[in-house]
């Protein structure tokens, strides 16, 4: 059996109650999020959602490339190995001496590390653009995700406050009749 708020979706006078009243605008003037969340909040429906990791899905084997390449370049690991090259890089055309390959200003070396920078500094670059995309993903979806929570909240105060007024009323009517009971026992 499916649940109707699922089938049928929200309204356009249901949906603008709800953001009048629990966030004192006209459902027209809400942002895209708001109005997703109000919808959500008529529908009963929850916002979270299970994203999928946008670095492994939908992404270009050059982003995939990027992120990996910013991962390692940016590890202690890298910094080891690239460590390591250079004292054998150094100790191996210090040792050679005369017929090193790449003698002491080591002017290849630093061919290769210019070339290295001018590589690794644009993929790690992409890779930042791209976690940023991600965080902001993750931001909008925490913002609708606790804007909803607000809404659901706000919305138990009104049943709390509903059901206390009416225990009041009822309470009333029953002190209202055990009076009349204790005036016809008077009487």
Known sequence: MTDIHAVLPP????LDEISRRLLGVAYESLDAQQRSVARHVAQ???VARNRADPSTTGSSIGARAAD???????SWPFVGL??????VWVSLNA???ARAFDPYPYIL???????????????????QNRQSERDRLSAQHDYEVNLKAELEIMLLHEKLDSLREQQWNDLLQIQREQLAL??????
Not at 11 to 14: L, N, P, S
Not at 68 to 74: D, P, R
Not at 182 to 187: D, M, V
Request: aromatic share 6%; net charge positive.
């Open 11 to 14: 309204a356009t006078d249901q």
């Open 44 to 46: 009963r429906t929850p």
């Open 68 to 74: 990996a390449v910013a991962a390692f370049g940016g």
């Open 82 to 87: 690239f460590a390591a090259a250079m004292v």
């Open 95 to 97: 040792v050679l001496a």
């Open 109 to 127: 070396l630093n061919l290769f590390l210019s070339m290295l920078a001018a590589i690794q500094a644009p993929v790690i670059l992409m890779s």
């Open 182 to 187: 204790l005036k016809g026992l008077r009487a």
